[in-house]
């Protein structure tokens, strides 16, 4: 409560794009830092020590920030950058959704394979869908007619979402509502920036 009896509203912190300009919550950058040697290190968690530079989840942003050297005036001293930066952030980003979803996984918040996912999907509670990228779009569009408010992801390959259950590749899947769905949740948002816009 603050002063006067009114309840505090915390709303989720926003940062500004050095490539952009534009602010948003952090759920939807990402946070870099420069290590002891001054090498720009992408801190995905935003759990690293140090000044952060923050940008838009999008390959087009990493795209800009490496060329027009953007994060040397975001740290105010020269920091090199790798051309390929938008590929190696891609990298880092499906491997933490991978584990994300994995995570999942073992709490026994998830299940895989078409006719597992339909029968959760009835029973309800299911936070997101996941289907593979290169999946069928029929077996999808069945499955979305009985998502209700789920959201469904898409942004990974068969053989990504595959690693994440422990085989060869899995094309549906279901997570349940909870906590580490939201981490599942927002680290999509971000790897879809880089595989929407590239």
Known sequence: ????????????????CIATGVSDETAGLIRFVLDPDGCLTPDLAER?????AWLSATRDAAALAAKKRLFSRGFKQPVEVSADLPDQLEALLAKRLIEAISLTRKAGLAVNGFEKVKARL???????????SDGAEDGRGKLALLVGNAAIIAV????????AFGRDSVVHAALDVGGATERVLR???????FRQSG
Not at 2 to 11: A, P
Request: hydrophobic share 30%.
């Open 1 to 16: 409560m603050t002063r006067g009896g009114q309840s505090k509203t915390r709303e989720a912190p926003e940062r500004r």
């Open 122 to 132: 009835k029973k309800g509670g299911v936070g997101v869908l996941l289907a593979g």
């Open 48 to 52: 690293l020590p140090g000044r952060g």
């Open 187 to 193: 680290e999509a948002r971000r790897l879809d920036g």
């Open 156 to 163: 990974l390959t068969s053989d990504e979402l595959g690693l």
